[in-house]
C-alpha cells in the first residue's frame, strides 16, 4: 500500500526522495485546545467570585493614634483569631486622630455590628500587671470583643486600653458609687474572702459631679456571692488601727496597697442573701467597718451654738447621742452677736438618726401613734424638753480634739424650741470640761479665802506652850512615877508568894475543898432517900429501910463522877 | 526573499522533528488519516496543524493566569516580628526602595516586562500572519526566536521562589513561604511557552503574494 502510494507520487522527478507513509491514527479535534483557556478562565473567574465571597463588611475604626499599626498587616484578632486585616490608616479631617479601615473576613460579619469593641493590643506594663508580651514579637494587632447587638454599624470608636471584661465571660457586672475614686484605677481587684474575684471595669464621674461611678466586673461563678446585702468597700492601702488589743495592720493584699482594690462581704447577722441582679447600684464604703455599720437613713442637718471658744473642735468630729456615734460635724463657722456683742461659734452636724437602732423605731412608733407628724423636729422638740443638751466634751486630754456630746442634763433650764428653724437649732451647754474649770476656780477661790497667817501664828503659840508643859512633866513627874512603879512591884512579889503550889494557904483550901465534897455527898443520899420515901420526912426512917442503903450504895457510884469535878 | 523557492511549490514537505525532506503528498479529504515520517515515524504537515488556534488559546489562557499571577501575594517572608506578603510588584518595589535597584530592575524585566512581551510579540505575530502581510517579515522572524530564547527565563521568580523558601526556614527567626501566586505566574511561564512551540515561524513567510 504505502509502496503503491509513493510510486504514484515519487515518480515524476526525483525518485530518492521518501515518501510519507499513510498512517491511519487517531487524532484529537484542533478545538480541544480552548478548553486550555476556557479552564483559565473558569480558574479565573472563581478566583474573583471567592474573594467577592470571602470580603466582609468593611469598617472603621477611630484611635488616638495609629501606633504599632500597618496598614495591609495588622490582623483583627478575637480570641487571638484572625477575623481581619488592617487594609488603610488615614488621618481624621482635624488631625485629632486615626482612622484605621479595616477588611473584616467573611465569617466575621457579626463583628461589624453594634456593641463590638476594638482596641490596639500593644505590651502594656502597669502596676496590675503586664500583658500583650506576645506583641513584642508578633507585633501589635486590633483586638475585639463582640456585643450582643445585631444592628449593623460601621464606624467604630476604638478602646485606648483593652476592656478589663470579655463580654462572653461569664459573671456579673455591678454599678457602684462613691465619694470619689480613691486610689482605684480600672483593672484593680474586687476581692471576696481575700480572693480575687474580679475587678474595675470602668468608672466615671456622676452627671452632677457629686461623685463617682464604678463599673465592676465579678466572675462567675463566684458572682453568686454578690447578694443584694452585700458591702462594698474601698480596700485600698494599709489600714493601720489602734485598738484596745493594740496595734493592727490590715490589708487585702500587697497588690491593693500599691494598685488600689476593694472588697465586698454580706453584714453578719441574717440579711437577705439572694444574689443581687446584673447591674445591681451598691455604694463603696471607704472602709470596712463603715461598710459592716447598720445603714444610715437619711441624714439630717443640725445646727448648735456655742458662746465659748470650740478650740479642738475639727470638722468630722463625731457627734454622739448618749454614747453612740449618730453624726459628724460638717462646719464650725464664727457667728456675730450683735444683742449680747459676742462671737458664738455656730456650729453645724450631720446626724442619722437611724443610727440610733431600735430606739428610733420605737420612738418614731410612739409618735406615730399619737398621730402626729412622724419627723424629727418634733421628737427632737419633745427631747429638748426633757433635757437634751449638746456639749462640747474633750475626746483625747493628750490632743485636746472635741467632741458634741448629745445628753440628757439634769435641771437643765428650759429653753425655746422651734420646731419650725431649719435646720434645726439643738440647744448647748457648757461642756464638762468648762464645768470642772470652773468648780476648780471656784476651789481655789475658796482656799484662798482661808487664813492661812492666822492659823499658822496661832499654831506657833500652841506649840510653844505645849514645849513648857513638856519641861515640867520631864523634870518632876516623871521621877516620882518611878518610886510609885517600885512600891507596885514589891506588892506584886508579895502576892505572888501567897499564891504559890507549897504555901499553907493553898493546903487548907484543898482540906476544906474536901470536906465540902463530903458534905454534898451525904446530903444528895439524903436527898434520894427522900425522893424514894418522902413520907419519912414525917415519919423517919423505916426498918426495912435497909435495903435501900444497899440499894443507895448504887447511887453513890455516881458521885465520884460528879466529885471529881472540883 | 519571498521569490526563493518553496517546499510546497516543489511538492516536499519536511519532517518536524527528524527534518527529513518528503515528498509531499496531497491532503486526502480523510481525516482519520495522517501522512508520517517514514524515517521517524512522527505526523507530516506542510504548517503545524491549528497553529493559530493552539498559539491564540494558550496565549490567553496565560494572559488569564497573568492576572491572578499579579494580583495575588506569591510569596511570605515571616521574619521576627514580621510577616510580608508580596506580590510581584510589591516586591519589586520593596527592592527598590531598600536600595536594590539592580535587583528590582531584573526581576521587574524578568517578572513584569518579558511575560508582557511575549503577549505583545506572540499577539503581534499571530495577528500579522493571519492577516498573510508581507510587512517586516524578517524583524517578525527575530521576535520569534527572541520570544523563543527569553522564555526559558521568565521562570527566574518562580525559581527565586522556590530556593527562598526551600532555604530559608529558621523557624522563628526568618521564614519564607510561597504563595499562591506563584503557581498563577508559572502557569503564565509555562503557557506562554507552549503557546510559542505551537506557533510555527514558517507562517511569517507566508505572506499573500508568495501564496498565489
Same mark, same amino acid.
Given at each position: 500500500m504505502t509502496d503503491e502510494n509513493s510510486n504514484e507520487l515519487g515518480k515524476p522527478e526525483r525518485d530518492e526522495l521518501p515518501r510519507p507513509v499513510v498512517k491511519r491514527r487517531r487524532r484529537f479535534s484542533a478545538s480541544l485546545i480552548w478548553l486550555v483557556p476556557a479552564l483559565a478562565a473558569v480558574i479565573g473567574i472563581s478566583l474573583i467570585i471567592n474573594s467577592e465571597l470571602q470580603a466582609g463588611p468593611e469598617i472603621t475604626i477611630t484611635f488616638l493614634t495609629a501606633e504599632g499599626l500597618d496598614a495591609g498587616k495588622t490582623p483583627v484578632k478575637y480570641k487571638n483569631v484572625v477575623? %481581619? $486585616?488592617?487594609?488603610k490608616i488615614t488621618l481624621s479631617e482635624d488631625r485629632s486622630h486615626v482612622k484605621v479601615k479595616v477588611a473584616l473576613e467573611k465569617n466575621a460579619k457579626s463583628f461589624a455590628t453594634q456593641g463590638t469593641r476594638f482596641w490596639v493590643v500593644r505590651p502594656r506594663i502597669g502596676i496590675g500587671g503586664i500583658s500583650g508580651i506576645d506583641t513584642l514579637l508578633s507585633g501589635a494587632f486590633i483586638g475585639a470583643d463582640v456585643g450582643d447587638s445585631q444592628a449593623p454599624q460601621e464606624d467604630f470608636q476604638g478602646l485606648e486600653t483593652p476592656p478589663a471584661v470579655n463580654h462572653s465571660a461569664p459573671g456579673r457586672s455591678f454599678v457602684l458609687h462613691s465619694d470619689d475614686l480613691g486610689s482605684l484605677d480600672i483593672g484593680s481587684p474586687v476581692y471576696f474572702r481575700r480572693i480575687q474575684v474580679g475587678r474595675v471595669v470602668s468608672y466615671h464621674l456622676d452627671q452632677n459631679g457629686k461623685g463617682v461611678s464604678l463599673q465592676i466586673f465579678v466572675d462567675g461563678p463566684n458572682d453568686k456571692f454578690v447578694t443584694t446585702s452585700s458591702r462594698f468597700w474601698n480596700a485600698s492601702g494599709v489600714d493601720v488601727s489602734l485598738g484596745a488589743d493594740g496595734l493592727k495592720l490590715n490589708t487585702e493584699s500587697l497588690a491593693t496597697v500599691v494598685a488600689g482594690g476593694m472588697a465586698f462581704q454580706d453584714p453578719a447577722? *441574717?440579711?437577705?442573701?439572694t444574689p443581687a441582679g446584673q447591674d445591681a447600684q451598691f455604694q463603696l464604703f471607704a472602709d470596712q467597718g463603715t461598710a459592716m455599720a447598720p445603714p444610715d437613713g437619711t441624714p439630717h442637718y443640725i445646727r448648735m451654738r456655742f458662746d465659748k471658744s470650740m478650740r479642738g473642735l475639727d470638722v468630722n468630729a463625731p457627734v454622739e447621742f448618749l454614747g453612740v456615734k449618730i453624726g459628724n460635724v460638717v462646719s464650725v463657722r464664727l457667728d456675730y452677736d450683735e444683742k449680747a456683742q459676742s462671737f458664738p461659734l455656730i456650729v453645724g452636724a450631720v446626724v442619722y *438618726?437611724? #443610727?440610733l437602732g431600735t430606739a428610733y423605731d420605737k420612738l418614731q412608733a410612739l409618735v406615730k401613734a399619737r398621730g402626729e407628724n412622724p419627723d424629727m423636729t418634733l421628737m427632737m422638740g419633745r427631747l429638748v424638753d426633757h433635757g437634751l443638751r449638746a456639749q462640747a466634751r474633750t475626746g483625747n486630754l493628750l490632743t485636746g480634739q472635741l467632741y458634741i456630746s448629745m445628753d440628757f442634763i439634769k435641771n437643765a433650764p428650759k429653753v425655746a424650741f422651734d420646731p419650725n428653724a431649719r435646720p434645726l437649732m439643738i440647744p448647748t451647754t457648757g461642756g464638762s470640761f468648762d464645768k470642772l474649770q470652773e468648780q476648780a476656780a471656784d476651789i481655789v477661790d475658796k482656799i484662798d479665802k482661808i487664813p492661812f497667817d492666822a492659823i499658822g501664828k496661832n499654831l506657833n503659840q500652841t506649840l510653844a506652850g505645849l514645849s513648857a508643859t513638856m519641861k515640867q512633866v520631864n523634870g518632876k513627874t516623871l521621877p516620882e512615877l518611878d518610886n510609885t512603879m517600885k512600891g507596885v512591884q514589891k506588892t506584886v512579889n508579895t502576892a505572888g508568894d501567897a499564891l504559890s503550889g507549897d504555901s499553907p494557904l493553898q493546903q487548907n483550901l484543898g482540906t476544906t475543898l474536901e470536906e465540902v465534897q463530903r458534905t454534898a455527898r451525904s446530903l444528895r443520899v439524903l436527898v434520894d432517900y427522900l425522893s424514894d420515901h418522902p413520907e419519912a420526912l414525917i415519919r423517919g426512917r423505916r426498918p426495912d429501910a435497909k435495903s435501900s442503903p444497899v440499894a443507895t450504895p448504887a447511887a453513890p457510884t455516881n458521885p465520884p463522877q460528879q466529885g471529881s469535878k472540883p | 526573499m519571498s521569490t526563493l523557492p518553496r517546499a510546497a511549490d516543489m511538492g516536499l514537505i519536511s519532517c518536524h522533528v527528524c527534518r527529513l525532506v518528503c515528498r509531499a503528498v496531497p491532503d486526502s479529504e480523510d481525516t482519520e488519516v495522517d501522512n508520517v515520517c517514514p524515517r521517524c515515524g512522527s505526523a507530516l504537515h506542510r #504548517? $503545524? *496543524? %491549528?497553529s493559530y488556534a493552539r498559539t491564540w488559546a494558550l496565549l490567553l489562557a496565560a494572559f488569564m493566569m497573568y492576572v491572578p499571577a499579579n494580583l495575588l501575594p506569591i510569596m511570605r517572608t515571616a521574619s521576627l516580628n514580621d510577616v510580608d506578603d508580596n506580590t510581584i510588584l510589591s516586591g519589586v518595589m520593596e527592592l527598590w526602595v531598600n536600595g536594590s535597584a539592580d535587583l528590582a530592575v531584573i526581576v521587574f524585566v524578568a517578572s513584569i516586562m518579558v511575560p508582557m512581551l511575549k503577549f505583545l510579540v506572540l499577539g503581534t505575530l499571530l495577528i500579522s500572519s493571519h492577516r498573510r502581510t508581507d510587512w517586516a517579515q524578517l524583524q517578525r522572524a527575530k521576535l520569534y526566536r527572541l520570544v523563543e530564547f527569553i522564555g526559558y527565563w521568565s521562570m527566574l521568580d518562580v525559581f527565586v521562589v522556590a530556593l527562598l523558601s526551600a532555604l530559608v526556614r529558621f523557624n522563628l527567626l526568618s521564614r519564607v513561604e510561597p504563595l499562591p501566586g506563584v503557581i498563577f505566574f508559572g502557569l503564565t511561564v509555562v503557557l506562554t511557552m507552549l503557546a510559542s512551540m505551537s506557533f510555527d515561524p514558517r507562517l511569517i513567510w507566508d505572506s499573500r503574494d508568495s501564496d498565489d
Open positions: 477575623i %481581619g $486585616k488592617v487594609n447577722g *441574717p440579711h437577705d442573701s *438618726p437611724e #443610727r | #504548517r $503545524k *496543524p %491549528g
